[in-house]
Every structure is written in C-alpha cells, then in structure tokens.
C-alpha cells in the first residue's frame, strides 16, 4: 500500500548482506556441522571398541536368538533370530502402552470429573485417590499390583473357574480363544459395510436435525445395524467360528489366550498411575472454563450432563489436550519398568537379553533409544493434530 | 532402578570408546597400585561365591579369588573394593573400565571370550546347569518338566542353555526372566514358576535361601558346562598374567601341600617348587611385575585353593558341595594348573 515504506532496491546487495541468505546459511553449516560430529562420534566410538577387541555393527540381528520369550504377539520361538526379538519386544512394550493409554485417560476422566463433584464424598473420595496415587513412586505401585495383589490369587490345581471357560490363577487369567474357519471373512466385509452404514446415518440425521431440527434415533438404529448385519451373515455362513478353551494339562493351562500376571500388574500400575494425574489435568482443565459457560447452557434449560458435555469438556479439551499429551509420553517410558517384574517389553527382551547374549551394547542401546524417540515423537504428532481440532477457531 | 544402572553402565561403555585414545595411559596393575586398592566386581549376594553380611563384610570363593589377587599385589588381601553387579550389568561394567577384574560365577563361553573385548583368565568353579523344583510337585527328572514355568534370571547363560534344552527334548516351557536373583527367588518360592533353573551350585545357594529349604530338590540332571571364573579386560598381557597366576598360585599351593597354617614353616622347605611359589628362591614374582614374596602373601592371607572353596561352598557349609570336579587332579578332580617354573 505504502511505497515509501519497502527498502531501497537491493539490486546491488551482495547475497551475504541479505539476512534472509545469511540465516540460512548458518543453518545449514550448523546443520552439517551437528551431522559431522554425529558422524565422527560413532565412527570414533565403533573404531575404538574394534581396536579393543569388542564387536560391532548390526550383523548380529541376523543371528539366531536362541532363547524363550513368555509372551509374543507374533509367532516366535527359539530358533529365530536376534532381530525378531525386537519385534517381539517392541509389539509387547506398544501392547501395554496403548492399554495403558486408553484405561488411564478413561480412569482419569472420571476422577477428575469427580473432584468436581457436588457429592461431598464421591469428590473427597477422589482427592484421596489422587493424591495417594501420584505420590507413591510407580515402581512400588507395580511391585504392589504384581507380588501383593496378583500373586495372592490360587495356584494352578485351585484355579477359579467360571463355568468352565474362563480360568484364573497366579499364572494368569486364561480366555477362550476365536478360532475362525473359512467364510469368517463374509462376517468381517459385512462389519465393514454396517460401520459404513452408521458412519452415513450418522451424517444424515445430523444435517436432518440442522436442517428442521427433528432428532433421529441413531445410537439405537446404529447399534441394531452393527449387530444386525454381521449377525446374518454368521448364521448364513454357517458359524464359521469357534473356541478354544484352555485346559489343565500337566503344570499349566494350555490353549486360549493368556493374560500373564506380569502384564495385568503392569497395565493396572501404569494406568492408575497415569491417571492420578490426568486428573489434575481434567479438573484443572473444566475450571479453567468460565462459569458464565455453565450458567448460560443452564439458562438454556440443559441437564448438567448435557452441559458437561456438550459445552464445558468441548471447551476443556483445549487446556487439557497439550499436559495430556505429556502424560501419554511419561506412560510409554514408563512401561520400560517392565522388567523389574520380568513382563518382556523393548527393554526387558532387547535391550536384557538381547543385549547380554551378543553383547553389542552401544548397538541395541541406540536402537532401543530411537524406537522410544519415535514412539514418543508419533504420539506427539498425533496429539498436536488432534490439539489443532479442538483448538479455538479464530474467526 | 536396576535398568538404570545397566543403561548407564551401557552409556559409560559408549561414552569410554568414544574418548579411549589409542594406547591408554596407565596399565591396569599401575593404576591399581596408585589407587591404593582392586576393584572387583561381584554379585548382589549369593551365599557360598560373594555375599555381603549386615556390616558389610564379604565373603565367598569369588571374593577369596579377589582377595588373592590384593594380596598378590599389595600383600594385603583386604584391599579390595566390591561392586555389586547384577548378571546383565557385569560384562558392560568390566569392559567400561568401572572394574578391574570381575568375579561373579561368570561362565566362560566363546562369545564372551572372543567378542566382547574380554579375557577369561582360569576357572575357580566347574559346575553346569540344574533345576530346582519344589518337592510337592512330584518331579525328579528333568525329563519329566514339559510344559513347566521357569524363573531364571536374564542375561546368563542359563536363558540359552534352557531353550537348547527343552529344544533338542522335544519339550515346551515358560520363561519368566528376572533382573535379579533376589526376584527369581521370589518368583520361584510364591509359586508363579514351577522351576528355577540355574547353575547347580548356585541352585544349592539359593535354596539355602528360602524358608523352608527342605520343601524343594535340586534335580540330578546336569543340562550344560559352566566353568567359572575371573575376567579381564583384552589388550592389558601384564594384568591378564597377574590374575590368572594369582588363583593357579592358589592351586598349585594345594597340591604342594602348602596352607595358611604352614606357610611360614614352608618357607624353609628345601623342595624347590615349593621355594619358587613362595619367593625363597627365583625371580617368579619379578616376571609378573609383582613382590618376590607374591605367592606367600596369597597363601598367607586367603589360603590354598582347597581351603578357600572348603570354608565357602563346601561339605560343612550351608552349600554342602563336595569337591566332585573341582577336586585336584591328583584326587579325580579335574582342577590342574601349570607349574610354578
Ligand atoms: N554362570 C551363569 C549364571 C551366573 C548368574 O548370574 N547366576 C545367578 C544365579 S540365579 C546369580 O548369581 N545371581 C546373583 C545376582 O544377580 O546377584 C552365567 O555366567 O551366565
């Protein structure tokens, strides 16, 4: 708009005057830079265990492992080698971090609605919980859950049996395992049609209701089509499905699926834990949203669930979402604390064993680093994206 | 916090290569002399081979075989400072330089020998790998174990030896791996495993252990060969020497008949082995870089080999182990070492 405003012409500015030129270049020399020492560090440090007799390089994932892991989510035995049992470890450290994740921020939200609560008890029950929860370190809290709580449960020949099917003892909680036969796959295309449907009903009773402000139905409908339609195609294929039961056979349960207590002790540990804190952030999160919000959805005649959430959580969530963020991050490093009681995450198989029986150390410690700066860096990513939704639009 | 430690032990290693010059400075046995005492790493507590009491105090055949190393160097086999390290911890702490010597019930294998930038210098235990059950499960043979749960402790030997095992029989198994002796024992006596496997002497250690030690067997199989012994670190010839000599020092000093109640009068002897081990004639002490008096100090101060395991493992201890492979040569044994010459 103003001309008298932009810089004489530059015509005859040597590139190195320019600022713009000049800060990008030092940025990409320190770049370099930071890569060279990278670089040398470990060229150095791989020369000097060389020369001191200690093996390097990454050839070792190759070679069989040779021993037993307790619990793998994907085929694995003995006889494979050092690198699945990255998989092995890394599968079972993301297990117990998404379980985690998904029972700490459940848990966390309804202590930290109810700190809020007008019910005198149920809020100090849950300032109780908080604050003895987050202020006894999670390693004990883990030793609690695995050799107080878990390992009071009956021996093998005294297990609880529900009905035959479900079993538990101090080894585990034993489940019926699906077995699916062919023709399983109808059952599955028409779940992806039913979801499809819903997802379509979803969007056509809301712009309905927009639109002349008539409600539909859909959690009723939706959940009817969902059942409905694989439901058909079961019983048209024949049930193609079947369970296996576990059953005593010699020292243990075998068949079904198998909840070891290591993991059990480690989930309940992580999750309250976790969510000791998360709901601080909750509750903190809901106060931070003015009351004038509360008082006009009331004035409007909404129920106080409805107003909770539809109104206040909403408009929460943006407080909450970045030390949430933080939270879930804390939860899968923490995980790591596995092996004090032998459940076999990242740490436990990889960088333990693994580590020990090759001893290739500064190795398996940089994959074992990166794979959580990764971890970290996806949740990070995932939780800023999600942040960037809730966020305030400014218009 | 075990973990910690081991990551940290880890980072030291990476954090030590990267500034090691090429030749480093000091020798191991200089740099000893000038600190005033030997490092040595040890368990976190396994009676009969290194086991703190409640002052502090350690004992066993692992921690005699460090003293006999301080009383080769200083004459005084009470110079020594112990680290505690768990089975995943020791290698890593040896070759970052935080130890000297490590003695720790280590099996010598060839990977450890040879890739780890480690040297194995003697064995000062033969043993090999058991099982321990609890009697009421009605097992003796370890053929008989199919299907069973196993607490071992990680970062043994005894993790492959049991999958090559229950591999090449056709069997299945559990593993629960442990960081630390004290949760295997745990594991095993409240009943999440139905075996602890490990090596048989340290099975009859940790049995000595539990409550009731009469409620569980140690099963007669011998599933593998583990000889035990001291480590060093590769690439220090003067040091590796030094404490491999100490303990067949120890060794031969049985054989010639030579205790720590008669070393003194020995000392006369006229018999010229027993003059070149205890420095009376010679220059044994002088090659090693060491006192002439080298091989006296060691019987003087921790006894002859036979003494050593007799007051930590043996037939009157909590351990109850007889001599079995670890008897001399001469009485069935296979516990030989090279002449003192
Ligand atoms: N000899 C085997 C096993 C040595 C080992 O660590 N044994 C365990 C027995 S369960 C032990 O001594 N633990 C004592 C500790 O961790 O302090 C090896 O070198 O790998």
């Known amino acids: 708009m103003n001309d008298s405003d932009t810089p004489p012409a530059t015509a005859q500015r040597r590139p190195w005057n320019d600022p713009k030129v000049r800060s990008l270049a030092f940025q990409i020399i320190a770049i370099l830079a930071v890569g060279w020492a990278g670089w040398s560090l470990l060229q150095n440090t791989f020369e000097n265990m060389e020369s001191r007799g200690i093996s390097t390089g990454f050839g070792f994932l190759d070679e069989s492992a040779g021993f037993g892991i307790i619990m793998s989510l994907i085929p694995y035995d003995a006889t494979m080698s050092y690198g699945r049992t990255f998989w092995v470890g890394l599968l079972n450290t993301l297990l117990v971090s998404a379980m985690g994740v998904v029972a700490a921020t459940i848990i966390g939200f309804i202590v930290g609605i109810a700190r809020l609560s007008s019910n005198w008890v149920v809020a100090k029950l849950a300032l109780v919980f908080v604050e003895t929860i987050r202020n006894i370190p999670l390693l004990l809290q883990i030793f609690f859950w695995y050799f107080a709580v878990l390992r009071n449960l009956p021996s093998t020949r005294q297990s609880v049996d529900v009905g035959g099917v479900f079993f538990l003892n101090n080894r585990g909680l034993y489940l019926p395992e699906p077995l699916t036969e062919s023709g399983f796959g109808w059952v599955l295309a028409s779940l992806a049609i039913a979801v499809a449907l819903v997802v379509g009903i979803k969007r056509w009773a809301r712009k309905r209701q927009l639109k002349t402000g008539q409600l539909f139905p859909t959690f009723r409908v939706s959940l009817a089509i969902l059942i409905a339609l694989p439901g058909l195609a079961f019983l048209i294929t024949g049930t193609p499905l079947t369970w296996e039961l576990a059953e005593l056979k010699g020292f243990n349960f075998v068949g079904g699926i198998t909840i070891i207590p290591e993991l059990a002790a480690l989930w309940f540990a992580l999750s309250i834990y976790t969510a000791s804190f998360i709901a601080e952030i909750v509750r903190s999160g809901i106060l931070a949203v003015s009351k004038g919000q509360t008082e006009a959805a009331q004035a409007l005649g909404l129920q106080p669930g409805t107003i909770m959430r539809l109104v206040v959580i909403p408009q929460a969530m943006r407080v909450i979402v970045p030390p949430l963020t933080s939270q879930y991050l804390n939860l899968v490093k923490n995980s790591s604390l596995a092996t004090a009681i032998g459940y076999p995450d990242l740490v436990g198989v990889f960088m333990g064993t693994t580590l020990n029986q090759t001893g290739q150390a500064v190795e398996v410690v940089a994959i074992t680093m990166a794979v959580y700066l990764t971890i970290s860096l996806l949740i990070s990513l995932l939780m800023n994206i999600y942040n960037r939704k809730v966020a305030l639009q400014e218009r | ?341």
């Open chain 2, 1 to 341: 916090m075990k973990k910690i430690i081991s990551f940290a032990a880890a980072a030291t290693l990476a954090g030590g290569m990267l500034a090691a010059g090429s030749a480093s400075a000091a020798t191991t046995l200089e740099s000893v002399k000038e600190r005033g005492n030997l490092k040595c790493g040890v368990t976190s507590g396994l009676p009969g081979f290194s086991q703190p009491d409640d002052k502090g105090n350690w004992t066993g055949i692992d921690v005699d075989t460090c003293r006999a190393i301080a009383a080769a160097i200083f004459g005084d086999g009470s110079k020594v400072e112990f680290t505690p390290l768990t089975a995943k911890e020791r290698l890593t702490a040896l070759q970052s330089g935080e130890i000297d010597v490590l003695s720790r019930n280590t099996t010598w294998t060839l990977t450890r020998d040879v890739s780890l930038g480690l040297n194995f210098t003697g064995t000062n235990y033969y043993d090999g790998q058991g099982f321990l059950v609890r009697k009421d499960i009605g097992v003796d043979d370890a053929k008989q174990l199919d299907g069973a749960t196993v607490c071992i402790q990680a970062g043994t030997t005894t993790e492959l030896n049991l999958a090559d095992y229950f591999r090449s029989n056709d069997m299945s198994f559990k593993p629960i791996v442990f960081d630390t002796s004290e949760q295997t024992v745990q594991g095993f006596s409240s009943d999440r495993c139905d075996v602890l496997t490990s090596d048989r002497s340290q099975l009859a250690a940790l049995r000595s252990k539990l409550d009731d030690p009469d409620s569980a067997v140690i099963l007669p199989n011998i599933i593998s060969k583990e000889p035990l012994g001291p480590v060093v670190r590769q690439g220090d010839d003067q040091w590796f020497n030094i404490v491999k000599w100490s303990l067949f020092t120890q060794i031969n000093a049985e054989e010639l008949g030579i205790t720590q109640d008669n070393v003194d009068e020995m000392k006369k002897s006229e018999n010229p082995e027993i003059q070149r081990l205890l420095g009376t004639s010679g220059d044994m002490g002088e090659k090693l870089g060491l006192s002439a008096d080298y091989g006296y100090r060691i019987v003087e101060q921790v006894g002859n080999y036979g003494e050593m395991y007799d007051r930590n493992v043996g037939p009157d201890t909590p351990l109850g182990l007889e001599r079995g492979l670890n008897a001399l040569w001469t009485d069935g044994g296979i516990m030989y070492a090279p002449p003192v010459r």
